[in-house]
């Protein structure tokens, strides 16, 4: 249970430090003039910047520290896995499956305990079921219709989220209403049937640094009312649970789930078998996994890394029923008190999307504006950080001929930069060009903040519109339309970079317009498209993270690092882990000789398939053996940890909203979503194994 007190500012005083961090001021203090020229300009945000980068790198550092494993390299017991050729996965199979076949399956023998199919009501009546049984569950039409009501400007269903909440504001930014969205809470039991599944995706690349979860893994929802490729009509609801790592700190405890998606390659696989795996690794889950559809998946319960609080997840709405094409984020909610439970969808900041005018340097230089002091600062972690756009490899430029690889290109944002909703449309909130053109207020010299990035010592040759423009690549808006509206896609928009084939190009890659997949599939094949920039830039980088970070290397037992105990007391513990190995050593050193004899054990098309599931099925169950007798044993010396097996229910918040609201469900929306945004802005952006901060 993660209880957030008064520390997070529940009356919405501001975002609360980050823990170990002081606080970050916003707004400049009084000894800081505003910067008279690009130098004196760059010289402060390289201080001010660096400063507060330092301490996120400090409270990541801290974090690692604290989680209670990590994966003994030194032991003598780690398997030598043989390359896995990175051509042998499929990508429609182990990254993306969007063949109707697979998705559209229904389970033709259905137990009570699973759902039957991947169906959005499914879905939705899975995670009814989580929620504590103090009250009567809502039902799969009730939760449709209150996550379309957050779009209502006029509610239809009580004590729900609104955009028009807080002065229809969310981080201090406008949340706009969609009411043509929103019209389809009015007549749920209808239209949740127009939502089918059009892709089930695996996200192991977004893993958090030292594996604190293993990845995301997704569904697609889009309307199969929908023929063509419309501008508007469409809509799109995706959920992005984060799958917790049981044991945290240690990547072979996430190899099972990197092995379960590439063994759905596996050519001998039927259609039918294939997504009756799909469907109990979504709704049963892995042995040792809950299932990926919980709620504590898409809550803000992020910050902690005891299992079910191993980063947050969310639900994202692509919305274009009506122009313009408009994105936004939510977290689920799991919110007890003396009444009951109530489980909402609240709406949360749309993460690396800042705010547009946070790039205009009119705004950062100009006292009348109330977001001075969080756009110097914005600026300022920009300037910073202008090697990671230029795609640099441990802080060295690329080749300038060729360009850094295309899938380095990153930056971190800070929560409490993001927007409420991220926009396709030229001159809007999400769009930094024109902000970024802005130039100082008088006395001259002026400048804009794209001059700034451009004198930058680290923009390895870039412009300064050339780094704009690949900040935008990282948002929603400009994943998602990359040409008309942004020209990310026209010739030299983001200057040279290097392909997952090896070429080099000079803009981004194109998507399907507005979507990377379509909700109709090809009559003929029956398959969903998937968009240019998936097939030819995001899915390869996918592929070879699964093959590089986990397939192919070396898998080792998965150690307790006694992080919680006192120092005095952790070697003594150690030695006896020690002790215990000691005794599984000779078991688990034979079925690894027996592993290596049999060939590459990550290739789901290589010979003797069946036979290494089964040995690797001993292995694993060898070491759970180990790891129960590890507990067992510090136990017998005065120490309880955990079980190995930590079944979940639902984590209540206890924020005790209504109470707080003193029985007004309007306020205690409010605040539940500030206190949900706030608890978000408490930790720095989240870096991933690969080094990224991107989160699409």
Known sequence: MVALGVSIGLAGCGPAPKPGASPTPTSPPASR????????RLRQALASG??????????????????????????????????????????DRSFWVHDRATLGWVDPTPTADVPADFSLRSTLTALTKQIPATTAPPSAEQLFAAFWDTQNSVSVVPGGAQCTDDGGMVNGFRNDCRNVEGAQASDAAVQIGKYWPIGLVNRLDLAHEGWRNCGEHRIVYGRNDVTSESKIGRAFIIFEGVLPNPRPGCRSACLPVAEFWAGLSDPALSTAARARALRDFYYRGLPGFEPVVHIDHYTAQGVESVYGSSGSGQIRANMFLTF????????????????????????????????????????????ASTLQGLATAFQDDVVVNVRRLAAATDGICPDPA???????????????FDNAQSTILSNSSSDFRIPSTMPTPPPPPSFTFSDLLGGSPGRCGLSGSQLVKRAMTQTCAGCHDSGPEFALTASDAIGPVRLPDGT???????????????????PATQIHRLSPALLNVFLPERRRIAVEEMLNRDNCPCRETFAATLPSARQKFVSIEDKVTDRFAARI???????KALGPSGNPKAPHTAEIRRVRARILALERERQQAVVRAVAAAGTKFPPLDRKLSAQATSFGFKQLAEGDPKRAAELRTNATNQFLISEPPRRTVSGSFRVH
Request: proline residues 8%; charged residues 25%; glycine residues 6%.
């Open 402 to 416: 060729s360009g850094g690889d295309i899938n380095r290109i990153t930056y971190p944002v800070d929560l409490r």
């Open 33 to 40: 003039p505003p910067a008279a020229t690009i130098d004196q």
């Open 504 to 522: 080099t190009a000079t803009a981004w890659p194109a998507s399907l317009g507005f979507v990377h997949t379509l909700e109709f599939p090809d």
């Open 324 to 367: 313009p094409w408009l994105l936004k984020e939510f977290r689920l909610s799991l919110d007890c008190g003396d009444d009951g439970c109530d489980l909402a969808f609240v709406p949360s900041t749309v993460k690396v999307t800042p705010f547009a005018q946070l790039w205009s340097a009119e705004v950062s230089h100009g006292s």
């Open 50 to 91: 660096n400063e507060r980068f330092a301490a996120d790198e400090a409270f990541r550092r801290n974090r690692l520290s604290r989680f209670g494993f990590s994966d003994d390299t030194a032991g003598g017991l780690c398997e030598s896995r043989t390359p896995t050729p990175p051509a042998e996965l499929d990508f």
């Open 589 to 595: 050193r034979t079925e690894l000789e027996r592993l």
